[in-house]
């Protein structure tokens, strides 16, 4: 079993930057692909980024909406994955989720991963 708990949401404004942190606690967390997605009002669960290890490698993917603006880490001593978030845009706005997948990469698809946070809003003004 792992738990999820997101943090760093907020209401900013366009333009502007937040960090969202996600701890884990449970099982070991380096062998968890892990991934952030988002969902907004009166729409669909959408993938944001992902990261997995290869060996020494970390491996990232994104959304296009998000490439060059978002950057996903993660730090295994703190059990902890980051989504860094720049040049937000109100098109942002949504509750954003953190999530592990048990075996394999990261993963656009939602249904492929095991466990979830709870979610922290995030709200970005024009």
């Known amino acids: 079993q792992v738990q999820l708990v997101e943090s760093g949401g907020g209401l900013v404004q366009a333009g502007g930057s937040l960090r969202l942190s996600c701890a884990a606690s449970?099982?070991?967390?380096?062998?968890?692909?892990m991934g952030w997605f988002r969902q907004a009002p009166g729409k669909e669960r959408e993938f944001v980024a992902g990261i997995n290890w290869r060996g020494t490698v970390t491996v990232t993917s994104y959304a296009d909406s998000v490439k060059g603006r978002f950057t996903i880490s993660r730090d295994n001593a703190k059990n902890t994955v980051y989504l860094q978030m720049n040049s937000l845009k109100p098109e942002d706005t949504a509750v954003y989720y953190c999530?592990?997948?048990?075996?394999?990469?990261?993963?656009?698809?939602?249904?492929?991963?095991?466990?979830w946070g709870q979610g922290t809003q995030v709200t970005v003004s024009a």
């Open positions: 449970g099982r070991t967390f380096s062998n968890y692909a």
């Open positions: 999530a592990a997948k048990s075996y394999g990469s990261s993963s656009i698809w939602a249904n492929e991963y095991n466990y």
